[in-house]
């Protein structure tokens, strides 16, 4: 339920700002092989991406060309089911 407020919120930002010409992006990675895991029993067995694709991602919704907004980018590793 958190993850669907999240996305509530981004897109009711969105809806406030776009008049200003201000652009929200909301950015919801799957799995990720991150220090996190280290307190959790360490890395999961199922699929996972690294950071540095989180931040491609993150970088190709920031260089949009002006007046184009990345509203929502949603990935998963392959293999993660859900």
Do not use: C, Y
């Amino acid at each position: 339920m958190t993850k669907w407020a999240v996305h509530a919120l981004a897109e009711n930002t969105r809806m406030m700002v776009t008049g200003d010409q201000v652009g929200v992006t909301l950015i919801a990675p799957g799995m990720v092989d991150t220090p996190f895991w280290d307190n959790r029993g360490g890395k999961p067995q199922h699929p996972t991406m690294t950071a540095d694709q989180i931040a491609d991602s993150i970088l190709f919704a920031l260089n949009q060309p002006p007046g184009m907004d990345i509203n929502h980018i949603q990935m998963r590793p392959l293999g993660q089911a859900n």
